[in-house]
């Protein structure tokens, strides 16, 4: 059975952004706060200066609301790289670079660091569209650290391989973290490891013979 196809939401006029955005900034606030447990609904709407009904029809659940935070910050995160982009010489570096600063930027504020990456551990296909938009955001900073090295035609499927990869350890590295059983060591150098992995899909689209996630000896093993 074909998948529903969930129609486009109209876009927010200029005074439902502006709650859009005390909303968050109120959900930032309590989270750093207390972290997880402090982002409740009630609280959220009373600081945000908006009724409870209307804090539900923009966030039907706490999840959707810290996930929708998590996106806000990769947001601005993205904003500020773009202003001051890692000057790292190769590809891997330049993306272990972006991914470190953000993680230091975690550092600062743990409470909310937890209290969003739980809420995206917790996620579920209702969630799907601020999920997206989390893993859209995190792509496209990565690409954007990848640089030059991407071609005319876009990212070849190796690089959004490893880029995905890459994703998947951020991830689990901030879990691990969060919970105690990773030190900040430990992160760096998962960080710094796998983003090796973009350096080798950049020699293997250059021809260096190199090659990439699905060359050669992947295809080796798949068969």
Known sequence: MAAEVKPASPPLTRRQEARRRRILDA???LACRGGFDAVQMREVAEEAGV??????RYFP???HLLVATMGDQLEHLHTTLRKRPPASDS???RVAETLLRAFRALQ????????MVRALTFADRGVRDEVDGVIGRTTAIILDAIGPSIGAQ???PEQLSAVRVVEHTWHAALITWLSGRATIAQVRSDIET??????LTVR???GTGLPGPGGPAARGIED
Do not use: F, N, Q
């Open 27 to 29: 959900t930032t606030l």
């Open 51 to 56: 009724a409870l009904g209307t804090l539900y």
């Open 61 to 63: 659940s706490k999840v």
């Open 91 to 93: 590809p891997a570096e």
């Open 108 to 115: 600062r504020d743990p409470y909310l660091a937890d209290a």
């Open 154 to 156: 876009g990212p070849t």
């Open 194 to 199: 796998v983003c090796r992995l973009i350096d």
């Open 204 to 206: 293997g689209s250059a």
